[in-house]
């Protein structure tokens, strides 16, 4: 995605909703965006863009305000063929992870994506109290995703490991895209975070890991959430070990064992920070034996 392009989309997405009054208190601003009852989906106002950047946008062809239906058993299904892309290799995958920590804020979401979609088995929605959330694999019976936005906040660098209606398109976008690969400036960001996180006081949990990393300025823009998914990742690998659940790298947790075991956390957690990244702690460090099988490669 160009420059040019995705500070257009910052623009649609995530437009000021707050403003101040003249004694100092927040005021909600009409945006012109338009919540849709019937698909649970935002739709987007692009009147505060100017005439230029909005002949822009409409000559990308980005699909924006573009609505997407989507059901649990034809996603599961898509989930596993998909893996088959050639561009969805572990190695390109990784590479692009590794290049998440700098030049590619792209490269975060696809390896958790990849990891799911791996590990969760080929099933039928399946939920005993008749509700609309799969016991299975956690997913919505049936869905829409508004697929621009969902996409956006990948190039943003958002990531994480749950909301996984959202992992197919995120993997079916990906792998149009040409592998990319980590710079030397990428390994040396990636391998100092490593180093921190190896280096981890005892007790340091992951909320305290990351304020510790976000001081250090070792992550370009660094921001909590965005950095909590690079972690999360390393987490659903196995290289940030827990003694709670296994990781995804490691096989399937049913959705409901999961969060019966999330409910139970061990010692000081932090409801916002999930399993497995949420069972860490300093004490554990960097699982070295798993870290040098899947980036060894990449030391150099």
């Known amino acids: 995605m160009d420059e040019k392009l995705f500070r257009i989309l910052k623009k649609v997405y995530y437009k000021k909703k707050y403003i101040k009054d003249e004694k100092g208190y927040k005021v909600q601003v009409e945006t012109g965006d338009r919540f849709d009852l019937e698909t649970s989906t935002m739709h987007y106002s692009t009147e505060n863009l100017s005439p230029s950047e909005r002949t822009y946008l409409q000559s990308s062809g980005y699909p924006v305000n573009e609505t997407i239906h989507d ?41 958790i994506s990849y990891l799911f979609a791996r590990a969760v088995p080929l099933h039928n929605f399946c939920n005993s109290q008749g509700g609309e959330i799969c016991e299975i694999c956690g997913m919505k019976k049936e869905f829409w995703l508004e697929k621009g936005n969902e996409i956006f906040r990948n190039y943003w660098g958002y990531s994480w490991n749950e909301g996984v209606e959202d ?17 030397d400036e990428d390994l040396r960001i990636f391998f100092s975070v490593i180093d921190m996180i190896r280096n981890a006081l005892e007790e340091e949990t992951p909320g305290k890991l990351e304020q510790r990393i976000k001081k250090s300025k070792r992550i370009p823009g660094c921001e909590t959430y965005r950095l909590r998914g690079q972690l999360m ?33 061990p010692g000081s957690s932090r409801f916002d920070i999930v399993l497995p990244l949420g069972g860490w702690r300093g004490k554990y460090g960097i699982c070295e034996e798993r870290f040098c099988e899947l980036f060894g490669e990449f030391c150099r």
């Open 71 to 111: 059901t649990h058993d034809g996603n599961i299904k898509k989930l596993k063929e998909i893996l088959t892309h050639p561009n969805l290799s572990l190695h390109n995958l990784l590479s692009a992870y590794i290049a998440g920590f700098g030049s590619f804020p792209r490269g975060r979401q696809p390896i």
């Open 167 to 183: 992992f197919y398109l995120d993997l079916e976008e990906f792998s149009q895209l040409l592998p990319h690969h980590e710079t």
């Open 233 to 265: 990742a390393l987490a659903e690998l196995g290289v940030m070990y827990n003694p709670v659940i296994k990781p995804l790298f490691d096989g399937f947790t049913k959705h409901d064992i999961r969060c019966g075991l999330g409910r139970k956390l």
